[in-house]
């Protein structure tokens, strides 16, 4: 979505308009942001009873919860993102490539999407899961330094536990970083006119906010070593058979010569 946002607003390339991609495009772009903030949520507070009550991992850490937690992400992320598929969701301006309610013919609805809409974004998709990792991070942090103090831990678990740290700090930062300029931004450019200078912007914000979901997938993902050993098996798997098929069909059994009967 990114590369498309700086085709057209940037570079100026003529392209079709349609209404239903635009609509899909917006409702893709709320649907991943919502979701992936709030899923990095449940992964600090995952983190967080794993550190804080190691004796309640069993019972609250089980893949069945994460994945109805997830399920419930995903339910309630429809939810608060399903308006822009409304039939009145289409180009904001005719000359224009946002995507958005009219400008010119002003409803309840693009009311609504100008001036409460981004504020409400705002909030629930980057204010507020930002302050619940930071307090997940810090009450991780103060947990370390108390075990810490309490027993001598092994190297070992002492190390993955401060790298688990750092991962999951540094992921807090690319967020907030990458998501609070965007939505802070549509907070002021949808409230004023738009010009060549705002597109820009806009095109490069939009940059950085799919930068943060590529760094946290490689965060959480590649750094994973169940993950690694699973791509490379399934990569070798690939390749692999490609190359055993290669062979088969390249190299041809002999007929097998039997003597005749007399």
């Not at 967080?48 to 399920?71: E, G």
Request: glycine residues 2%.
């Amino acid at each position: 979505m990114s590369i498309n946002d700086f085709i057209i607003q940037v570079l100026r390339v003529p392209t079709s308009k349609s209404v239903y991609l635009c609509r899909l495009r917006t409702f893709i772009l709320n649907f991943s942001t919502f979701t992936s903030a709030w899923i990095l949520v449940l992964i600090s507070m995952d983190r967080l009873i794993r550190v804080r009550f190691p004796h309640k991992q069993r019972q609250l850490c089980t893949p069945k919860l994460a994945a109805l937690f997830v399920s419930i992400t995903c339910i309630c992320s429809i939810i608060f993102t399903c308006h822009v598929l409304r039939s009145d969701f289409g180009f904001s301006d005719p000359v224009s490539p946002l995507c958005g309610p009219s400008r010119f013919e002003l409803t309840f609805y693009s009311k609504f999407y100008f001036n409460i809409w981004p504020i409400l974004q705002l909030f629930i998709t980057y204010f507020i899961p930002n302050c619940l990792m930071i307090v997940s991070v810090i009450c991780i942090r103060i947990s370390m330094n108390g075990q810490q103090i309490q027993f001598i831990r092994s190297r070992r678990r002492e190390k993955n536990e401060q790298q688990m740290f750092i991962l999951m700090a540094s992921s807090i930062i690319c967020f907030a970083i990458c998501t609070l300029s965007y939505s802070i931004h549509r907070i002021v450019y949808q409230r004023f006119g738009v010009n060549l200078t705002t597109l820009i912007e806009i095109a490069i914000l939009t940059v950085f906010l799919n930068i943060n979901y590529c760094y946290n997938f490689y965060i959480h993902c590649l750094t994973s070593k169940f993950f690694r050993e699973k791509f490379i098996e399934q990569f070798e798997r690939i390749f692999c058979g490609r190359k055993r098929q290669i062979i088969n069909t390249s190299v041809h059994p002999l007929p097998l010569m039997t003597n005749p009967r007399n």
